[in-house]
């Protein structure tokens, strides 16, 4: 995938997961439901060096300061509109790709976190939140799992431990 489509990839997902704002700080890169609820923790998207200047870049173009917040949409907007309506928008061009799949009746286990802990994953260092199933998988890997969506995906098979 070229910039744009990683960048349509990244920011169309995150819009579709109510992620409605992008800030720069300190040469991060964080996205935010909410930029006015200070009690939210924004998702820090992590880049390799290259691609994240390339962002941030592209922001100072696109707004001339990156000191304030910045609309997702006003990216996906101005930058990668036809990228991100290929990539999540285009049903029919999903159905063409897609390919139906099932989820193994894989033999796991999962802890319920009841505080905050910082947990090494196979895509880095996620921080859970109370509530959070952290999840061991198949190879022994952890990975944590909103609530909601553990209770869409996985049935508790010991109740006595939950």
Request: aromatic content about 10%; glycine content about 4%; some cysteine.
């Amino acid at each position: 995938m070229n910039f744009k489509q990683n960048l349509a990839s990244v920011l169309a997902g995150a819009y579709k997961l109510d992620y409605r704002w992008l800030q720069i700080k300190d040469n991060e890169i964080f996205i935010y439901k909410d930029v006015k609820d200070a009690a939210e923790t924004p998702l820090a998207l992590h880049f390799d060096p290259a691609f994240n200047e390339q962002v941030i870049a592209l922001c100072e173009q696109t707004v001339g300061s990156i000191t304030e917040p910045i609309l997702i949409d006003t990216i996906l907007q101005a930058h990668c509109a036809a990228e991100a309506h290929e990539i999540y928008y285009d049903e029919k061009l999903y159905a063409e790709k897609a390919v139906a799949i099932r989820h193994k009746p894989n033999e796991l286990t999962a802890i319920l976190e009841t505080g905050e802990r910082y947990l090494l994953t196979l895509n880095g260092v996620v921080k859970t939140n109370p509530g959070d199933w952290v999840i061991r998988g198949v190879n022994g890997e952890e990975y944590p799992c909103d609530p909601e969506i553990f209770k869409m995906l996985y049935d508790v098979m010991d109740e006595s431990k939950k």
